[in-house]
Every structure is written in structure tokens, then in C-alpha cells.
């Protein structure tokens, strides 16, 4: 079942899709996680989240974990159909507790509140691709598979 889990094509334009999607949300997790990109770290993010934006610990744990972890997860290729998963279940959560009520677009202008979940539905197109068709080329999975 595990090698199920891994299979995948030999598709460059999936792993292209893949590498990039993992490259894309890397910054926001070493934000969370590290302080890099001027964000706030760890225990300034674990603050936000359970303090500001009332989630529970284990969720806002995950919210770190998904955004750093999977990103490099993503990158290399492994798990990427659990990965996939993980972030459709986490940007769902993201559209439906803080980006809902600002409307579609982001906020170039500055007019709005807040920002749109524009940003949002890209990432979920992205990684229903990658739930479907699997890591692509280039990827751990592929390798574990093929064995």
C-alpha cells in the first residue's frame, strides 16, 4: 500500500509543478518556524495562532510543520501525495478562518481589510494535481516506487 501511496508517472511538468509549489511556500514556513523573512519564529508564531487567531496548539503546530517540513518534502519528492493532502486540508482551513471574509482578490490596492483567497485557490489547484498524478519526476517517490 505504501508503494501505492508513492507511485507516480514519469511526468517533468507535475514535478516541475511540485518543486515550484514547494519552493513557494518554504519562505512562509521558515518564517513560522525559523524567523526567516522577518517572521516571527516559532514561539512568536505559536503565540499568534493560539492567542490571536484561537487555534488549538495541535493545529497550530501543524500549520508550521506543513508549511516547512512539506515544502522541503515537496521539493525532494517524498510523500508528495500526503503532503498534497495535508495542504489542501490546511489552505481550506486558511480560506475558511481568515481570508473568507476579505472576498477573492488580493489586496494590491491596500483598500481591503485583508487579503483575498486569489493566493489560496492556486495553492489548492496546485496540490490536488499533485494528490492526483503523484510527485513526478525527479522525485523520492518515484525512486521508492520503482524498486
Not at 4 to 23: C, D, E, F, Q, Y
Not at 80 to 107: D, E, P, Y
Amino acid at each position: 500500500m505504501f508503494k501505492k501511496l508513492l507511485s507516480t508517472n514519469s511526468n517533468t511538468g507535475i514535478a516541475v509543478v511540485r518543486i515550484l509549489l514547494g519552493v513557494a511556500l518554504f519562505p512562509h514556513g521558515a518564517q513560522k518556524l525559523l524567523g526567516w523573512f522577518g517572521g516571527y519564529g516559532f514561539t512568536g508564531t505559536m503565540g499568534f495562532l493560539t492567542g490571536t487567531a484561537h487555534l488549538p496548539y495541535i493545529i497550530a503546530l501543524l500549520v508550521i510543520i506543513i508549511e516547512f517540513f512539506g515544502a522541503l518534502l515537496l521539493i525532494a519528492g517524498f510523500a508528495t501525495r500526503f503532503v498534497a493532502l495535508a495542504v489542501i486540508i490546511q489552505f481550506i482551513g486558511i480560506i475558511l478562518t481568515s481570508h473568507l471574509q476579505n472576498g477573492f482578490f488580493m489586496n494590491w490596492s491596500g483598500a481591503q481589510a485583508g487579503e483575498g483567497f486569489e493566493y489560496h485557490i492556486l495553492v489548492l489547484a496546485i496540490a490536488l494535481a499533485l494528490l492526483i498524478n503523484g510527485a513526478g519526476n525527479w522525485s523520492v517517490d518515484k525512486a521508492i516506487a520503482k524498486d
